[in-house]
Structure formats: C-alpha cells, structure tokens
C-alpha cells in the first residue's frame, strides 16, 4: 500500500490537468482546484510532521523503478520541514494570485501549471532516490520554463524562457555526470541501488572508502554545478533576473521562495558525501556561496527594476545558504540547521516581497523602473508596510526573523576562520558575508525609499491605490511570520540536527553585521531619503558602468559563448554538411557514369531493383546447393 | 505461434489494402489498428513474465539439407520494437487522411509494415536478409511517388546508400555461413543463433580471431550504420526525411530507423565478446561525433523538418555511444548500457512519431514548415502548440518522458567506459538543448505573425493521436519497466 505521504506530491499533479480543463468553461474554478490540491497536500505534510516528529526514523518507501534504479520516498525531518513551507507558501501564492490573475484569459492553464510545479517541487523534496529527485528538478525546471514564458507573445518573456531552460540545463548536465560517476563507480562495486539516497547518506564514510575521497570530491563539484543552475549561483545565474519577465506571483513562487532553492536542498541532502570527500569539495560550495552573496549584492544596488532588485538579493540569500553548507568539513552536520533555517525565513520574506511587489505593479499596470515610482507609502498605506515589513527582515534587522538566520550564519563563517588556521584565506568567507550584508542593505533601502517615499514621478504612481483589504490576507500571514519566525530558531535546529552547535562569538563580531547593516540604512537615507540622488550623475563612473554591465557576465555568454564560438561553429558544421552531401553526390555521378546509368536505373529501378535481391538471393542459394553438397 | 498469426494476418492485410479501390484510409487505418492491438495483447500477456532468451518459436523446415527454415520467435528486443513499429505505422496511416493518398499509398505502407514485421521475428538469416531488402522496395517507391519535388533524387540517395550497405550485409552473412559448415561436420544452416555463436566465430586453429571474422564484423557494421544512420554515412537521410511527405517521415523517423540499432543488438550483441575494444571506440567515436555533428547542423535550419531530421539522426548517436559501452564493460554497467541502447530506439521512434505528427498539423494548417516565417503559433493553435512542445521536450530527454529513461541509463553508465569523454556527450547534449528551444521561441512563442491569416487549431480526431502518442511517451518515461523489464532480461540472457 502507498503511504499517505505520496500523495503530497500526487495530488498537485493530479489535479493540475482537471484544473486546466476543468478551469476551460469556468475560470475561477481553475484556482480554487489548485488551492485546494495545495491544501490537501499541507494538511498531509502537517500529518506527517505530527508522525515523525518525535523519532528519528523516517519513513522510506521505495519500489524498482527500472534497472537497478529504486524509486519512492523519503521522509525525514529535513523533508518534512522543506514540504511545509513549500505547501505552506505555495498556498498563500496560489490564494494570492486568484486575485493578481483574475483577468488573464489563460488563468487555467497558469493554475494548471503552477499545481504541477508545486506537485514537482514537493516531489523533489520527498524523492528516495537521486535520479528520481533529477526527474522532480527537470519538472520544476519545465515549469518555471513554462511560467516565465507564460506572456509568451511578449518576445522579451519568451527570450527570456530560452534563457532559463538552457542556463539551467548546462547545470543540470553536470549534475547528470555527477550522478553518472556515482552510479558507474557504486554499480561496479556491487552495489544493488547505487544512487537511493538514504543509501547514500548512512554508508558515506564506506562509499568514501571504496570509490576513493577524490571521486566523491568530483562527484561534490559536479553536483554544486547542478546546483549552481537551479540555484542561480555565480556564474550560472544570469538567467534569474530575466526570468522576472514573467508574472509577479511565478517570480515569488518560483524565482523566490521554493524552486531556486532546490540546489542547497540538493547539497543538503547528500551532505554526508562532501563530508566525506577532500575538504576541496565543502571548500567550493563555500567559496561559490559567499563570493555569490556579495557579487550579486553589488549588482543589485544599481537596478532599477524594482523585481530585478529582488531577484538579484535572491541570489546573494541563496548565496548564504550556500556558504553555511560550505562549511561542513569543519562543523559537520549542524550547517544544515543554519542552512535550511535561512533558506525557510527567505522563502516567507521573499515571497512576501514578490507579491508586495506584484499589487504595486498591477496599480502601476507593470510599469517596474522604482525612480519612476515614490511616495507610495502614503497612497497604498497597507501594501508598502508589507513592503517595509519585508524589507526590514531581508535587511535582517532585529527582531525579525532573518536577523537570527542570518547572522548566525555570518557568525559561523567567523568560527570557521578561526577554526581554520586564521589566514587570510579563511578569513575571505566572513568579509564577504559582512560585505554581502552591507550591500543587502543598501539595495533593500534604496528600493524602499525610491518606491515608498517623495513625491510620485510619474502619473502611474500618482494614482495608486492599496487593493481590497481581503486580498492581502496570505501577505500579512507571511509578514507576521517574518517577524515571529525567529522565536523558534534554536528548536528549528535541533528538529534538523539533533544537538545542533550552538554558535558563539566574541561580542565584537556579533555586533559587526548589524553595526554595518546601520551603516548601510544610514548611507541610503542620506541619499535616497532624500532627493540627492536625483543630481547624482554617475554614467561616467566605471564602477557604476561595470556593475550597470553585470560584470559583462552576460555579455561573455550571449555575445560571446553563443553567438561568437556556438553559432559560427555550426554554421560552419552546416555548410561542410551541405558541402559534404554534394560531394558525395558528385562522386557517386562520376563514378558510376550517373548520368547515362542512373537516369536508366531511375527509369527501372524496382526492375533493378528485384535483380538485386534476387542475385543475392540466388547467392546465398548456390553457395548452399555447392557447400551442402561437399 | 500466435505472432506468426499476426504476420500472417498482416500479410493478407497489404493484399487487401492495394486491392480495395474504395476507402482505403479507413481500412488501411483499422488494419493497423488491428495489427497494434493484437501485438500489443500478446506482448503483454506473454512478457508479463518473460525472464529472457526466445520465446514463441515456431520453425517450419524448407530444405532441412541445407538447413533452410523459415524459424520465428520473440524476446525482449523484438518486442519492444515490434510495439514500436506497429504504433508508428498506425500513427502514420492516420494521419495520412488526405485526398492525395491512393491505395497504392496505403498498399505501399501496409507493405513496410509487413517487412518490418518479418524483419523482427525472424530468426534465420536468410529471411532475416529478405525482409531486410524487402523494406526499401516500399519506401523507396512512397518517396519516389509521393515525394515533394526534389523526390527523384532522394528517393534514389536513399536506394543507393541502403542497397550498398545490404550487399554488405549479404556479404557477411555468407561469410559466416561459408565458414560454418566445414567446421561442423558440414552442417549448414542459416540459423542466427548458431551462426552468432562467439566460440564458432573465434574458432581457429591457431587460436586467433581468423581474418574473415573481421571481415563479416565489418560488413554488419557498415550495413548498421548505414541504415542507422551514422556519420559519414548518413547523407541520404536528411533528404530523404524532407523529400518524404509526411506520413512517411513519420514511418522514417520512426521504424525504418530501428533497422540499424536492431542490426546492432540482435546479430552483434550477442558475438560482443569477439569485438575488440579498437572496434568498441570507433562505435564510440563515430556516436559522439555524429551527436555533436548532428546537433550542430541542426542548429543551422531554417526548416524545421529538417532540423527534425538531423536532431533525429543526433539521438541515435546514443545508440552507438551505449553499444560501445557495453562492449568495453561488463556486468551490471554493460547490461545498464546495452538496454539503454535498446530503449532508445524504442523512445526515440516514438518521440519522433509526436513530433513530425505535429510538426504535419502545423504545416497543413499554418501552410508552412519554416521556422523563420511562423511564429507566436500558441496563440490560434494551443492544443498542437501544446503537443509540438511536448515532443520537443521528449526530443531533448525531459526526464518523466520516454527518451529519459534511455539517454540516463546510456549516460549513467557510460561514465565507467567514457571517463572524462563524457563532457563531449553532455557538450552535445546542451547543443540539442539549445537548437530544440530556441525552436519553441521563434515558431509557438513571440507575437503571432499575421501574414499566416486566420488558422485553426487541431480537429478532436487530430487531438487524439496526438494524445495518443503523448501517452504512451509518458507512461513508458514513468513506467519504463514496462518494456525495460523484458529488454534488460533479454540482454542479461544474451551477454
């Protein structure tokens, strides 16, 4: 019999294809069947966490797949948080967008599709196995293709699609390497499924053994690539900020709270592996995540798009998630603790952002560039203190939430230097966080002010009015969980990882980021609370231009990768192709005399034809008659 | 027995088709219906507990001296391509409903399907090679007929090119047969399974691999890659699959491109162990280049029938990447390879069934299959839109569809034999990515191009062999046990 928990996932699924027909005749039925489904399957995840909440045995179902590949689930307290909050949040975003999409003649098939996605992500978490979990990450990738290009006669959005399908895909090929060094070094070991994830994560210290710390090193590179895609990490996240072209509730859902944060559930997962590999491995991961944490800060402060200044502080959050995994060689399993903590509170927080963010753009009909935007705060009252609730916890400001997930983060990564021979090598992780979270201040508050304070600069902006007061309802659920979230933190480790370190740090370091997090706030309202910024001219200043340029990361793919190596690579390969076919052509005419000979064998060529199987039949015939007669 | 009844059955069914004047897309399509449906029930009722080697044999004696019989039976490869052959040409009778389609047309296709069909059960040689040519004759002549303009010339590349690589084939398997009877009290047969047998094709007095082995092994190979097709024999095939009309792109793409990873694991699977590994790489080499090769040409299309066609003859660089593979390792990764192999040309036939069927709703009812002069189709046409993107997500190895399933299995495994080779494959892999969706962006996404006029969406009875192939892809990329269950205890049985 199924467990129950395998309907967490299926019911989404399920019901995503009878929403989208069901939603055909009558539109509004496509998202109450969605919410519903949703509903069903945080109701079984609020079930589980009741069942296994006080043992440690997970619940693990599993049956063969195909070949010496299992497929089932997994339930353990890490999957059980991580199917909380993504029915949780998916359902205050699908509640939330019954009211951002009720004019859209296709809503049936965005509920259709936002269903399936939830289905998908709820799968990943609960997969038993790790090509079934690349199955779930493949979907979830479908969707967010689907949804991003979900406008897709606009030809920015429909760009926009391509670029997140094939930036991801390059990660997600790597993760298949990854899997497929595991799988060919495991099966030649004997081992009956050598990719089942409870498998791997009990025996990693014999599997390092057998395969050797190296490859499982590789196999850790290989797997961070993966989740440097889906995770949008430095550098293959330049698909992220584009993906903003489509609708707001799919950035929040999607690009925010739950999908983009499938690589560091991926690391966390299988952490047991890069425990047990060269210290190389949790190295990069930590490197990546915290260099990703201040590069794509610094970006962020330049953007005017008021939802590529979420996404690009999306990616620095993801960034420190990243970097508190990285550090497992030194504290073992409790970063997971760290990790996932901070990855929850952002998934609250984000989400309540994106959608702020979305009622702003439906009063200003899409209109996103934030110095066209201001004063706001007095004309959608309710809408910008969401906002400024948001804003206060992304820029962890106590007491919210992120102020404890973040800064113990950034607290660990100074134990890490101190635990790693205090160089200035180790020491990089924790400036960069420090830095990062300067950065995120600064980006947070000029967005704040830009939007919400001064006098409106546009039309648009003059106009706007908060929305039905009913409609916010999911966005102030997830406000004040932002700012509550935080009272569980030590209960939320230990539920990870029993015994979770607690992190202790001088007193000077533990003020550090919140001292510069005050700077930041400071430096911002200095020159965006007021209209300072409005005669600053900074065209000219080459910081300014290459943070406005992305660090040409996106120049180097497209202009470059793609269109000077990739394109004329294969026009070239075409006309050799082209000119290989007429060679070949040429050379069959000249040596046959085609042009007397074929044009007969063309007249009669089933004649011609039948005597060739015949000869070779009367052959074959003949050697038989004169060999059996030997 | 039962599926010599439905050979049987078939063969009365061609007759039929080519004599009736009347109807002849009802009755060509319900024949194929029929032939679909029975296979499909016996393949499930008689490998619901198959645990490899031959099943359903029958042997009827023609000249028992010389040993010609005309011997059938069944296992886990012949299965799964049988289903494959009979789905395909079902899909491919039904959407030829078109006034231009006589019975010569259906007679023609219901032909191919009867060469097909006796193809995959034979177990002699010499029927083997039979049906083997009996195949051109049809297609050669549904190209020639029912070809678009340059169809002279394509239909005779493909002739030419395919008679080339049979008299290679011939030649081999005279080879084989020439040198069996001295060695075994000169008994002579034409049987496969005598004649595969690695310790006779190894046998000889000094003890080495004799010279006419690799002979032989030659002519399969060419004859297999041939057909298959690989670079740099392939040349026939993008003209062919364009010059084609539609139905019979389907029928290409789809069953005729069996043939040549059906030569690869029924008559060389089982003498693996006489390959040697400089054979093994260049199978290797020749799949990886033909993948990248493919998909860089592909890239460069401006119709999307052919770019089809090349990323066609793209995927089944697969096959021989996982032959390959199989031949250099052994245990559970060989097995893992070979029925990777085997599942790809399963999915990929299948894939390909959805996609040109698509792709041929597009054109009859946009007028055109260029990709530079359609585009934001989602818009009139959701439902073929829908069913175009689909096939092309299958094309490129979205996993929950069919061609994952085989191109993880192949990818997985070929890690042990491949070593860092395999970023080549991957190269390629996001090659086939990037030409497969940049597809999607210029002719379902972007503004609707108005020059089109007014188009119309998929009729119900359109829609559902749509669906109907989609279904299948689907069940067989959730399900794969269906047929991966039976391929894997056949390759277990023959390694």
């Not at chain 1, 005419?589 to 011609?608: C, H, P, T």
């Not at chain 2, 059906?262 to 003498?271: E, K, N, Q, S, W």
């Not at chain 2, 495994?413 to 080779?421: K, Q």
Request: proline fraction near 4%.
């Amino acid at each position: 019999m199924l467990n129950y928990a395998w309907f967490i996932f299926l019911t989404p699924i399920i019901f995503a294809p009878i929403s989208v027909i069901a939603g055909k005749k009558r539109k509004i039925l496509a998202g109450v069947l969605a919410s519903l489904s949703i509903t069903v399957s945080l109701i079984l995840s609020v079930i589980v966490w009741l069942s296994i909440r006080g043992t440690s045995t997970p619940i693990y179902q599993t049956f063969n797949w195909f070949d010496n590949i299992n497929a089932g689930i997994y339930v353990d307290h890490l999957a059980v948080v991580m199917v909380l909050m993504v029915s949780f949040v998916s359902l205050m975003i699908h509640l939330f967008a019954m009211y951002y999409m009720k004019d859209d003649p296709r809503k049936n098939t965005y509920f259709g599709e936002t269903a399936l996605f939830t289905g998908g992500m709820l799968g990943l978490i609960l997969a038993s196995n790790l090509l079934e979990f690349f199955l779930f990450w493949e979907l979830v990738g479908l969707c967010s293709y689907l949804l991003v290009g979900f406008w897709f006669f606009k030809p920015n959005a429909a760009s926009a699609a391509k670029k997140a399908f094939i930036v991801t895909r390059v990660g997600d090929l790597l993760f298949i390497i990854g899997l497929a060094v595991l799988y060919s070094l495991l099966t030649v070991h004997n081992v009956a499924s050598p990719l089942s994830i409870p498998y791997l994560i009990n025996n990693a210290p014999a599997i390092a053994s057998e395969i050797g710390a190296q490859n499982l090193t590789i196999i850790g590179l290989l797997f961070l690539g993966g989740a440097a895609g889906k995770s949008a990490q430095f550098p293959l996240h330049v698909w992220i900020p584009d993906a903003m072209e489509g609708p707001t509730t799919v950035s929040a859902l999607i690009h925010a709270a739950t999908m983009v944060t499938a690589g560091i559930y991926l690391i966390a997962r299988v952490l047991p592996l890069y425990a047990n590999a060269t210290p190389l491995a949790g190295e990069a991961v930590l490197y990546i995540g915290a260099f990703t944490a201040l590069f794509a800060g610094t970006i962020g402060i330049v953007v005017n798009d008021l939802k590529r200044i979420l996404a690009y502080s999306t990616i620095s959050q993801i960034g420190y998630m990243m970097a508190a995994l990285g550090m497992v060689t030194t504290f073992g399993e409790s970063v997971i603790g760290y990790s996932i903590y901070h990855l929850v509170v952002h998934a609250v927080f984000k989400a309540l952002l994106f959608m702020t963010a979305g009622v702003i753009l439906l009063t200003l009909m899409e209109l996103r560039d934030v110095k066209k935007m201001g004063g706001l705060w007095k004309r959608m009252p309710i809408t910008i203190s969401l906002m400024f609730i948001g804003s206060i916890t992304l820029a962890a400001i106590p007491p919210t939430a992120a102020f404890f997930s973040k800064d113990t983060i950034i607290d660990v990564a100074y134990n890490y230097f101190i635990m790693n021979g205090s160089n200035i090598y180790s020491i990089l992780p924790w400036v960069f966080l420090v830095v990062g979270a300067l950065m995120t201040a600064l980006y947070t508050f000029r967005m704040f002010f830009l939007v919400a304070l001064g006098k409106p600069r546009s039309k648009l902006a003059e106009e706007a009015k908060d929305p039905p007061k009913i409609v916010l309802i999911p966005l102030m659920i997830l406000a004040f969980m932002s700012l509550t979230l935080g009272l569980i933190q030590y209960r939320f480790y230990d539920f990870i990882v029993p015994n979770t370190t607690r992190v202790v740090v001088p007193m000077i370091i533990e003020y550090t980021p919140l001292t510069v997090v005050a700077i930041g706030v400071l430096i911002t309202i200095g020159i965006y609370g007021t209209t300072k910024w409005q005669r600053m001219h900074l065209e000219k200043n080459p910081v300014y231009r290459l943070l406005k340029a992305k660090y040409f990361l996106d120049t180097l793919f497209t202009r470059v990768i793609a269109e000077r190596v990739i394109l004329p690579l294969s026009s070239g390969v075409s006309r050799l192709e082209k000119g290989f076919s007429i060679s070949i052509e040429g050379a069959g005419s000249g040596a046959m005399g085609f042009g007397g000979i074929l044009r007969k064998i063309e007249n009669g060529v089933v004649e011609y034809y039948f005597v060739f199987l015949i000869a070779g039949v009367a052959i074959l015939m003949l050697l038989l008659e004169i060999l059996g007669g030997i | 027995m039962f599926i010599l009844y439905i050979f049987i059955l078939a063969i009365i069914f061609a007759i039929i088709s080519i004599l009736m004047k009347k109807g002849s897309w009802e009755i060509a399509m319900v024949e194929s219906l029929i032939l679909m449906v029975f296979t499909s029930i016996y393949g499930l009722v008689r490998f619901s507990t198959y645990t490899g080697g031959m099943i359903s044999t029958s042997s009827f004696a023609i000249d028992k001296s010389i040993g010609i019989t005309f011997s059938t039976g069944m296992d886990g490869l012949s299965i799964a391509l049988l289903f494959l052959t009979t789905v395909i040409m079902f899909a491919a009778i039904y959407t030829a409903r078109n006034e231009k389609f006589d019975r010569r047309f259906f007679g023609l296709m219901m032909f191919t399907e009867v060469g097909l069909y006796g193809l995959l059960i034979s177990r002699n040689f010499l029927f083997f090679y039979v049906f083997w040519e009996a195949i051109i004759i049809p297609v050669f002549l549904l190209i020639a007929i029912f070809g678009d303009s340059r169809k002279e010339k394509a239909s005779l590349k493909f002739f030419v090119y395919t008679q080339i690589g049979s008299v290679f084939l011939l030649l081999s398997i005279l080879t084989l047969f020439s040198y069996y009877g001295p060695s075994h009290n000169n008994v002579f047969t034409l049987n496969m399974s005598a004649l595969l047998n690695p310790s006779f094709i190894t046998k000889d007095i000094t003890d080495k691999v004799p010279f006419w082995t690799y002979f032989a092994l030659f002519g399969f190979f060419f004859a297999f890659l041939v057909k298959m097709p690989s670079f740099p024999l392939h040349s026939w095939l993008p003209d062919a699959y364009t010059s084609a009309p539609y139905p019979v792109t389907i029928v290409l793409s789809g069953a005729i491109s069996l043939m040549g990873g059906y030569g690869f694991f029924a008559v060389l699977m089982p003498i693996a162990s006489v390959i040697g590994a400089g054979i093994a790489w260049t199978i290797i080499g020749l799949g990886i280049f033909s993948l990248i090769y493919f998909a860089l040409t592909a890239m460069f299309q401006t119709n999307t029938k052919k770019m089809m066609s090349y990323a066609s003859a793209a995927s089944m660089g697969f096959i021989s990447i996982s032959f390959g593979d199989g031949l250099l390792s052994s245990g559970q990764v060989s097995y893992t390879a070979f029925a990777g192999g085997i599942y790809q040309i399963l999915a990929h036939g299948l894939i390909m069934g959805l996609v040109f069927a698509s792709l041929y709703l597009i054109k009859q009812k946009a007028g055109t299959d260029s990709n530079l002069s359609v585009s934001g189709l989602w818009r009139d046409m959701p439902y073929i839109s829908a069913f175009f993107l689909a096939g092309i997500m299958a094309s490129l190895g979205l996993p929950g569809l069919a061609g994952f399933i085989s191109e993880a299995s192949i990818v997985l495994s070929s890690y042990y034999v491949l070593g860092a080779i395999i970023f080549l494959v991957i190269f390629g892999m996001i090659i086939t990515a990037s030409y497969h969706i940049w597809v999607v962006q210029k002719t379902l996404n972007g503004p609707f191009n108005e020059n089109l006029g007014k188009i119309k969406d998929a009729k119900a009875s359109e829609i559902a062999l749509l669906s109907f192939l989609f279904i299948i892809i689907l069940l067989l990329g959730v399900y794969p046990n269906l047929f991966f269950g039976p391929i894997l205890n056949f390759v277990k049985g023959v390694i």
